[in-house]
Nanobody, 124 residues
Framework: QVQLVEFGGGLVQAGGSLRLSCAAS????????MGWFRQAPGKEREFVAA????????NYEDSVKGRFTISKDNAKNTVYLQMNSLKPEDTAVYYC?????????????????WGQGTQVTVSS
């Protein structure tokens, strides 16, 4: 099993940047593909980005391509989501999750372990 805790959310103006971190304990993140999801009020949880076991393969939702970057540091047992050029529509609770599948996993049901989420608010 793995326990996940997200850090780094906050309030930022449109066009700004934030870096989210997801610290894992228990089994290391090198055993899992890791993903970031987000959920805005009244909306379903949606896929944002994923990275493979090794970190060699990544996958992004179309609206964040070129703005967000997912990375992982297996030695630190941490996954990151660098978010640049933030827009008000990026406002949501962001969740880190672990999957036994690869970076092509984009559905919440494909992920086994979840963090508690961190709020990101982008003001216009």
């Amino acid at each position: 099993q793995v326990q996940l805790v997200e850090f780094g959310g906050g309030l930022v103006q449109a066009g700004g940047s934030l870096r989210l971190s997801c610290a894992a304990s228990g089994r290391t993140v090198s055993y899992y593909a890791m993903g970031w999801f987000r959920q805005a009020p009244g909306k379903e949880r949606e896929f944002v980005a994923a990275i493979s076991y090794s970190g060699g393969s990544t996958n992004y939702e179309d609206s964040v391509k070129g703005r967000f970057t997912i990375s992982k540091d297996n030695a630190k047992n941490t996954v990151y989501l660098q978010m640049n050029s933030l827009k008000p529509e990026d406002t949501a609770v962001y969740y880190c999750a672990a999957s036994s599948l690869g970076a092509t996993a984009t559905l919440p049901r494909q992920y086994t372990y979840w963090g508690q989420g961190t709020q990101v608010t982008v003001s216009s």
